[in-house]
């Protein structure tokens, strides 16, 4: 109850961020109406929590809804779909690339595609994965905002790690506004936590309060799009196109020394409201733990694989004396051999160790 009552004060009392740049107009002044944006992030527990915020939405919300779910790429999408629109008001779908947007539909990203926004139309590709995920939140949360600025308002539940963080601080430096679950609710709280450690979030509530907050944004007037910042339209571009160059990646951060761990290719380090992630110019991106964590694997394969190598060397040089004929020097030399190898190896496997514990507390 408490949470509710902070939520419902917070809803009624609190001014809204649009309201302060004017971005909604009485319905009366004669202007073009512009659809609102709702984007919705979720992954671990997302299902039950995505589940449950449909079912608070009422159908005539004045908003087309889409939602990034992480789900396995083998998942069947029609029994998701059918979960989802048991208890929604609003009809769920998942769009084709090129479908076109439709008030107060709800539009769930295609297992193994990217869902991203451009000009009243959805678009649906196998581009490069961020944060190793596709769909990404990031992508969808970015292009939204790159697309409808302040008219967006996004929202990330439950889930590990921190995908959604960057595409959140796409959404607030577009004049947007950023709604999270109250991380004590959530399933798995690193997501929603990540985005309150990175961002001054507008709202976090409790999934049951969201309606309350969203269906008093929409009843205030028509949203009339703001600008949209250059370096977020340039990279929402990129993704768009899922082709960049060298040139093109460089203009957004500053170029480093480091390499992507899918690709190969130089990364590009983008810093945003003291938060920092790497693009490479294939379109591969990466937060900072994220790439901590795959540098960490890089590190790990490349012993497993020193370690194999090392052991079929000895296992060859200790198998030399069944093999030949050779003298008491030569033998003892060989097993000399032989037993160094061993110590390598053993040394190898307790770096392998720490790795795996440092990683384990890390997380």
């Known amino acids: 109850m408490a949470i509710w009552r902070s939520a419902m004060i917070r809803a009624l009392l609190s001014p809204f961020p649009f309201q302060k740049s004017n971005s909604y107009l009485n319905k009366s002044m004669k202007i073009e109406e512009v659809k609102n944006v709702i984007t919705v992030g979720a992954s671990a527990g997302g299902l039950s929590a995505v589940s449950e915020l449909l079912a608070s939405l009422p159908g005539n919300i004045d908003a087309a809804v889409f939602i990034v779910i992480h789900i396995s790429k083998v998942a069947i999408e029609e029994n998701i779909l059918s979960l989802l629109n048991k208890k929604s008001k609003l009809?769920?779908?998942?769009?084709?690339n090129g479908t076109k947007i439709e008030n107060r539909k709800a539009y769930l990203a295609p297992v193994d595609h990217h869902m991203m926004l451009s000009n009243g139309t959805i678009l649906t590709t196998r581009g490069?994965?961020?944060?190793?995920?596709?769909?990404?939140?990031?992508?969808?949360?970015?292009?939204?905002?790159?697309?409808?600025?302040?008219?967006?308002?996004?929202?990330?539940?439950?889930?590990?790690?921190?995908?959604?963080?960057?595409?959140m601080i796409a959404i607030k430096n577009a004049g947007g506004t950023c709604i999270v679950q109250e991380p004590e609710e959530a399933e798995y709280a690193d997501?929603?936590?990540?985005?309150?450690?990175?961002?001054?979030?507008?709202y976090r509530v409790s999934i049951v309060d969201m309606h309350y907050i969203l269906s008093d944004l929409y009843s205030r007037g028509i949203c009339v799009k703001g600008e949209v910042p250059a370096n977020l339209k340039l990279e929402s571009e990129i993704t768009l196109r899922m082709s960049s160059n060298y040139e093109q990646t460089s203009t957004l951060g500053i170029p480093t020394m480091f390499t992507c761990p899918d690709c190969g290719g130089v990364l590009t380090k983008i810093k945003e409201d003291g938060n920092s992630r790497y693009r490479c110019f294939t379109g591969h991106v990466y937060s900072e733990d994220i790439l901590t964590g795959e540098y960490a694997n890089k590190i790990e394969e490349a012993l497993?694989?020193?370690?194999?190598?090392?052991?079929?060397?000895?296992?060859?040089?200790?198998?030399?004396?069944?093999?030949?004929?050779?003298?008491?020097?030569?033998?003892?030399?060989?097993?000399?051999?032989?037993?160094?190898?061993?110590?390598?190896?053993?040394?190898?496997?307790?770096?392998?160790?720490?790795?795996?514990?440092?990683?384990i507390t890390k997380l």
């Open 128 to 167: 490069a994965k961020e944060n190793h995920w596709r769909p990404s939140i990031d992508v969808l949360f970015r292009t939204a905002a790159a697309a409808y600025s302040n008219c967006v308002t996004g929202i990330i539940l439950t889930g590990l790690l921190d995908d959604g963080t960057s595409g």
């Open 304 to 359: 497993w694989v020193a370690i194999r190598m090392m052991e079929e060397r000895r296992n060859f040089i200790s198998g030399l004396e069944e093999r030949t004929q050779i003298n008491t020097y030569v033998s003892e030399d060989r097993k000399k051999r032989a037993d160094e190898l061993k110590v390598y190896i053993e040394r190898l496997k307790d770096v392998l160790k720490d790795v795996g514990d440092s990683r």
């Open 191 to 202: 997501m929603p936590q990540s985005v309150i450690n990175n961002i001054e979030v507008d």
């Open 91 to 96: 009809e769920v779908v998942i769009p084709q």
